[in-house]
């Protein structure tokens, strides 16, 4: 069931600036990059450290949470064997964002073409059906609110740190954490703390 | 009420944001600490090469040798895996009849699907309907799976050490051997050898389980105290509800009915439960073994109850299943609580 959202002054703010550059912190994952594509398994190792939890919330919001981690695998795999493909090592964290998405899509259109398994398998830990239900609620947000709130919530990331991942601006991310709270208490039917 | 605790977790907390990280937080990427995923070979990147004129020829046959060298090594960082029955999901793609699974993904069976595992050269691995499990490494000499769930059936032909298998209540070792091995929902399991040897460990606690034994496994213990399939089925009872038991009272009342069950092929379970009884109970359990198989020479009842190694390691050894030594080199096998 889609939720009708009320777009317009809660527009999501998804657009990357043009010419952003890493933010500091990150002035290496340029060198980085170019020792990943030079074939550096250790550097790509410390790109995997950086982007694993921003390339799981965004497969999180989109997919079933059993095939996830497994998707994870995939995407960094693939940003892997298409690195030479980035002009701008820059641009690094919207390229493999973007990877992720494209890879929830194919991903989503395969399992129509196979059999149905349940939504979420049991295995592990239990996790909590009011937990699955929140997830349930994030999942029908906006796209950028849905992913921002993921990679705060579940994974954790300050809005810093997500803003130099996603390369989106500081304000943005903040844009959408308000907004996306915002919605997401609606949502569940929460009244704000004052 | 600001924003700043949604933003970093600064200032006044949240309740709504605290309470969805709270629940939310059990989501988070298992993989953020796991290594990154085995590497294929990145593409050759064929519009440079139009400008290496006359040295084509010979670029070219490095960069097959290269080539050869880069498939062998991306083989050898996967298993060939193919579909017995039904059809097992390999990461998110269905496989049909032969695959390969790399480091990093995971198996899936449904109801109705199986599938077999081909462990580099030395075994196979069946994977039994209903089971999901990773391959987590595999290399010259070490590989390892992770079973979540489900079943898995292991025929290994390899020194001891080289194939294990983690499970949320114990890490299973091969020392040269075929086995079963079961996790539940929860994370308990059942290993039954049905050759050689496994070792199962968790937290330090381990348990040595040879050919015709099968020993539980529990998710906050680690593994139980191994015993014989042919045993008296009322002392295998007693000797789980022994093992999962917190209360003192109904340990030892446990333990006596092990005791009183335990028969002449049952030293080796015995021998396990030197070092995990309490220390009151500690007497009975070295009596009842010493009535089962004699202290060899050189060893002292006093020196078993304070848990001498030396001494434990001589009575193993009379066990006739190997010497204590030769399990040392690549794992001890003292249960917890032994001196070394």
């Known amino acids: ?194 | 009420m600001s924003d700043d605790y949604l933003w970093d977790g600064s200032g006044t907390p949240d309740p709504d944001v605290q309470r969805l990280e709270a629940l939310l937080g059990r989501l988070r990427a298992p993989l953020a600490g796991a290594p990154a995923p085995s590497l294929p070979a990145q593409p050759i990147r064929w519009r440079t090469l139009r400008y290496l004129g006359p040295a084509l020829a010979t670029a070219a046959a490095v960069l097959v040798m290269i080539g050869l060298t880069l498939r062998t090594t991306r083989t050898a960082s996967s298993w060939e895996v193919a579909s017995l029955a039904g059809q097992p999901r390999v990461g998110s793609s269905a496989l049909a009849g032969t695959g390969r699974i790399a480091v990093g993904q995971t198996l899936v069976t449904d109801g109705g699907s199986q599938a077999r595992m081909t462990v580099g050269t030395i075994g196979q691995v069946t994977i039994d309907t209903n089971t999901r499990v990773r391959l987590v490494a595999t290399r010259d000499g070490h590989h390892q799976l992770a079973l979540e769930r489900g079943t898995l059936h292991a025929v290994i032909n390899a020194p001891p050490g080289q194939f294990v298998v983690n499970t949320p209540s114990a890490t299973a070792t091969d020392l040269g051997c075929a086995y079963t091995l079961h996790v539940d929902e929860d994370g308990a399991g059942y290993l039954s050898v049905t050759s050689g040897w496994v070792a199962l460990e968790l937290h330090g606690r381990e348990s040595l389980v040879p050919v015709g034994a099968s020993c539980r496994t529990d998710a906050k213990l680690g593994p139980g105290t191994p015993s014989y399939d042919d045993a008296d089925a009322e002392m295998r009872r007693a000797l789980d509800e022994f093992d999962l038991a917190r209360d003192p009272t109904a340990r030892s009342n446990a333990l006596r009915v092990v005791l009183d069950h335990a028969g002449p092929g049952d030293a080796m379970t015995l021998w396990h439960l030197i070092a995990r009884v309490d220390a009151g109970d500690r007497a009975a359990v070295v009596d009842a073994l010493a009535e089962l198989l004699p202290m060899p020479a050189g060893v002292t009842r006093e020196a078993v109850l304070r848990l001498d190694a030396a001494a434990l390691d001589q009575w193993w050894n009379a066990l006739g299943l190997g010497e204590a030594s030769w399990w040392r080199n690549f794992k001890a096998p003292y249960p917890a609580g032994a001196s070394r």
Request: overall charge negative; glycine content about 8%.
């Open chain 1, 1 to 194: 069931m889609e939720h009708v959202l009320e777009i317009g002054r809660l527009y999501p703010v998804l657009t990357v600036p043009r010419g952003a550059t890493l933010n500091s912190g990150r002035g290496n994952d340029a060198a980085t990059i170019r020792a990943v594509a030079a074939g550096d398994e250790d550097a790509f190792s410390r790109l995997y450290a950086g982007y694993v939890r921003m390339v799981h919330a965004i497969l999180l919001g989109r997919v079933p949470r059993r095939d996830v981690d497994d998707l994870v695998q995939d995407v960094f795999i693939s940003a892997y064997t298409r690195i030479g493909e980035l002009r701008d090592a820059a641009a690094f964290g919207g390229w493999i964002a973007a990877i992720a998405r494209n890879r929830a899509t194919d991903y989503l259109r395969q399992s129509r073409e196979h059999v149905e398994l349940p939504e979420e398998l049991p295995g592990g830990d239990p996790i909590e059906a009011e937990t699955l239900a929140i997830l349930d609620v994030v999942r029908k947000l906006p796209e950028a609110y849905r992913e921002t709130l993921l990679m705060r919530l579940v994974e954790g990331m300050s809005g810093n740190e997500i803003a130099e991942r996603t390369g989106l601006t500081p304000a943005s991310v903040r844009v959408n954490l308000h907004r996306g709270m915002k919605l997401l208490r609606e949502k569940l039917g929460w009244q704000r703390h004052e």
